[in-house]
Nanobody, 122 residues
Framework: QVQLVESGGGLVQAGGSRRLSCAAS????????VGWFRQAPGKERECVATYGWTTLTTYYADAVKGRFTISRDNAKNTVYLQMNSLKPEDTAVYYC???????????????WGQGTQVTVSS
């Protein structure tokens, strides 16, 4: 069992930065692949970024590539999403997710956080 709790959401101006954190429970968290998803009003939830066990296993959606960075600190059981050059279209509820499979974490992760709202004003 893994429990995920996101934090760091809020209101930010366009062009600004924000870092989201996801604190995870569980002694074996380092064995899980992790990801960040987002869901904007009226839109489907989409995968933003995933991270397996090394930087070679990162994935970014085209919409955020070059602006967002996913990372993890296994010693702290925490996953981060650094968001730079934010745009109004990045406004969404952001969710942290985890799964034992790197493939599944992008499409159907087993564990989800409760979400944190990010609002980018123009």
């Amino acid at each position: 069992q893994v429990q995920l709790v996101e934090s760091g959401g809020g209101l930010v101006q366009a062009g600004g930065s924000r870092r989201l954190s996801c604190a995870a429970s569980g002694r074996t968290f380092s064995r899980y692949a992790v990801g960040w998803f987002r869901q904007a009003p009226g839109k489907e939830r989409e995968c933003v970024a995933t991270y397996g066990w090394t930087t070679l296993t990162t994935y970014y959606a085209d919409a955020v590539k070059g602006r967002f960075t996913i990372s993890r600190d296994n010693a702290k059981n925490t996953v981060y999403l650094q968001m730079n050059s934010l745009k109004p279209e990045d406004t969404a509820v952001y969710y942290c997710a985890a799964d034992r499979s790197l493939t599944n974490v992008r499409s159907r992760p087993e564990y989800w956080g409760q979400g944190t709202q990010v609002t980018v004003s123009s």
